[in-house]
Each structure stands twice: as C-alpha cells, then as structure tokens.
T-cell receptor, first 114, second 109 residues
Framework: NAGVTQTPKFRVLKTGQSMTLLCAQD?????MYWYRQDPGMGLRLIHY???????AKGEVPDGYNVSRLKKQNFLLGLESAAPSQTSVYFC?????????????FGEGSRLTVL | LAKTTQPISMDSYEGQEVNITCSHN???????ITWYQQFPSQGPRFIIQ?????VTNEVASLFIPADRKSSTLSLPRVSLSDTAVYYC??????????WGAGTKLIIKP
C-alpha cells in the first residue's frame, strides 16, 4: 500500500516549456488536491477534484490545468512554465466522507523554472 | 470567508508541554478542525482532529471551545523530533478549506 505517490520528484524546466506532474493514490479516495508550497510559506490550493471526471479551481489556478480521468490519478499540467511557478508541489487525497477529514499527502515534487 | 491566525514561531525545551493556538472565525458549522505536522522536504502529516471540547490521541490533544473560534494543539513532553511546522486546517461556509500559515516549533535540548 503505497498511499500517495508523486512523479517526478524533481524537475528543472526552462521558461515556456510544458510538463505534467502525476499523482497516484491506491486508497480508493474520492477527493484529490494539488497544492503548491513556496519556501517558508504555507500551502496554497491550485486545483482539486471531488471524484473521477470532475475538477475545480482552488486559490491559485492560473497557469495550471488538471485532469482526473481515472479515480486513482490526478494530473497537474503546466502548459508554459514561468519562473513564478518554481515551487514544491504536493498532491493530497481524502476519502471524501468528511470535507475536513484526514488528508494524505505525497512526498512532493520540486519544480525549478529557469 | 474564514480566516486563520497562528503564531509564526515558538520555542520550547525537551520534556515541556507545548500549546499552539489557532484562531479561526467564520468556519463552517459542520466541519472538523484538523492539525498537521510538516518536516522539511516532506508532505504534511495528520496529527489530530476534533469538533468540540477535547480530543486526545497517542501523540497530542486538541482543545476546542464551545464557540469554535479557536483551537489549541497540545503536545505533551516534547522531544527534539517534534521540531517541525504545525498547521491548522478548517473549512469555511463557502465550502473552502482554509490552511493556517503554520507555526514553526523549535525544540531545544
């Protein structure tokens, strides 16, 4: 039982390049989230999903797109990376029975945009 | 929109009890209040959750007054390994999850 797995763990991009971060969970959770965390700061919600085929915007969605084609996977895409998107990205999942129920986080994906 | 306030940092010594308070207004009436711990280069980890009064588990206690405008995480007899950032998480009436800014706790020997 791996929990929440994020790939890749590290990536360096040039401005304007695109990439996709993959989040996979094996707990059959309904809710999944993508957060970003800048150095010394708290978590900011980018996008989230309350079930397969659904997505919704969070606090800081601009410059990102997401897809939840399968219940276990939540993809975060950057179409044209910018230096302001340099951050650590965390995926989380929640069983969905309780909105503020326990969130399970991945180890994070550290992205640097030059 | 709900708003949370936590102290930015706290220091304590090994063996002491540490209390971290999060103030939160306009939170949803039906949601629980949750606390997380985060070590450097790791994702946050669930510590404890409660709705009202006091909840205790093997690592912490959580005190929530009747008006639910604050919550206090209590860590008994801390050790060096408790040095981390602690976040409160609440839900607001607009169905948004609101994270606190985090309290950096440093435990000294």
């Amino acid at each position: 039982n791996a929990g929440v797995t994020q790939t890749p763990k590290f990536r360096v991009l040039k401005t304007g390049q695109s990439m996709t971060l993959l989040c996979a969970q094996d707990m059959n959770h309904e809710y999944m989230y993508w957060y970003r965390q800048d150095p010394g700061m708290g978590l900011r919600l980018i996008h989230y999903s309350v079930g397969e085929g659904t997505t919704a915007k969070g606090e800081v969605p601009d410059g990102y797109n997401v897809s939840r084609l399968k219940k276990q996977n939540f993809l975060l895409g950057l179409e044209s990376a910018a230096p302001s998107q340099t951050s650590v990205y965390f995926c989380a999942s929640n069983i969905g029975l309780l909105r503020t129920g326990e969130l399970f986080f991945g180890e994070g994906s550290r992205l640097t945009v030059l | 929109l709900a708003k949370t306030t936590q102290p930015i940092s706290m220091d304590s010594y090994e063996g002491q009890e540490v209390n971290i308070t999060c103030s939160h207004n306009n939170i949803a009436t039906n949601d629980y209040i949750t606390w997380y711990q985060q070590f450097p280069s790791q994702g946050p980890r669930f510590i404890i959750q409660g709705y009202k009064t006091k909840v205790t588990n093997e690592v912490a206690s959580l005190f929530i007054p009747a008006d639910r405008k604050s919550s206090t995480l209590s860590l008994p007899r801390v050790s060096l390994s408790d040095t981390a950032v602690y976040y409160c998480l609440v839900g607001d009436s607009n169905y948004q999850l609101i994270w606190g800014a985090g309290t950096k706790l440093i435990i000294k020997p």
